[in-house]
Nanobody, 115 residues
């Protein structure tokens, strides 16, 4: 199993970024996927999740209405569209897959929101 995040970077407050997570090594379309983030000195927190076929999504309160999670099962990829970014969104963002009760994480991608 391999998860590779990309798309992070430096953006000004109010800007947008689209994160991608490329998955391989498992039947991607059979599993829910999740995005987490970890800010410096803080615990990792769940940002958003999406069911295996994309019909059900969940968002943490701090990102509701600003972030959108989606997936493309033909491309084995999950995305996180982040709009109206705020300085408090600064963190390393990770995607996670839970397969047969085992957790798999990507290496993370840094998102920095600053003027």
């Amino acid at each position: 199993v391999q998860l590779v995040e990309s798309g992070g970077g430096l953006v000004q407050p109010g800007g947008s970024l689209r994160l991608s997570c490329a998955a391989s090594g498992f039947t991607f379309s059979s599993y829910a996927m999740r995005w987490y983030r970890q800010a410096a000195g803080k615990e990792r927190e769940l940002v958003a999740s999406i069911s295996s076929l994309g019909g059900t999504t969940f968002y943490a309160d701090p990102v509701k209405g600003r972030f959108t999670i989606s997936r493309d099962n033909a491309k084995n990829a999950v995305y996180l569209q982040m709009n109206s970014l705020r300085p408090e969104d600064t963190a390393v963002y990770y995607c996670r897959a839970q397969i047969l009760s085992r957790d798999y994480w990507g290496q993370g991608t840094q998102v920095t929101v600053s003027s």
